[in-house]
């Protein structure tokens, strides 16, 4: 593979940080509306999905501190490269595909 289509195949620094700064910019927004919703009750319900954002947000800290010391992107199952496709929409994931399903 040449380094131009490794390059491609992964996102840089920069992307990456910047996808998880809108994730955890989202979920800090789901957190305030869910606490403008709390004051009308369904209590269970905002408490479940609290807890959700703020697993959420565990997840994206510790994405940052992957890609702090360069394990980013890289699966913590078998220790191989997370297709870029995948971190594109999660780009928090900790596994590839196949070790998140038989994590399951």
Do not use: F, K
Request: hydrophobic share 40%; glycine share 6%.
């Amino acid at each position: 593979m040449s380094t131009q289509a490794a390059r491609s195949a992964q996102l840089t620094v920069h992307e990456a940080r910047q996808r998880l700064e809108h994730e955890r910019g989202s979920r800090l927004t789901q957190l305030r509306a869910i606490g403008e919703r709390a004051a009308h009750g369904a209590e269970e319900l905002v408490l479940a999905q609290t807890a959700a954002i703020h697993r959420v947000l565990a997840e994206i800290s510790a994405a940052e501190d992957r890609l702090t010391a360069g394990s980013y992107g890289m699966c913590q199952g078998c220790d191989t490269r997370i297709p870029v496709e995948r971190l594109e929409i999660l780009p928090y994931v900790r596994n590839c595909v196949g070790c998140q399903q038989r994590a399951l």
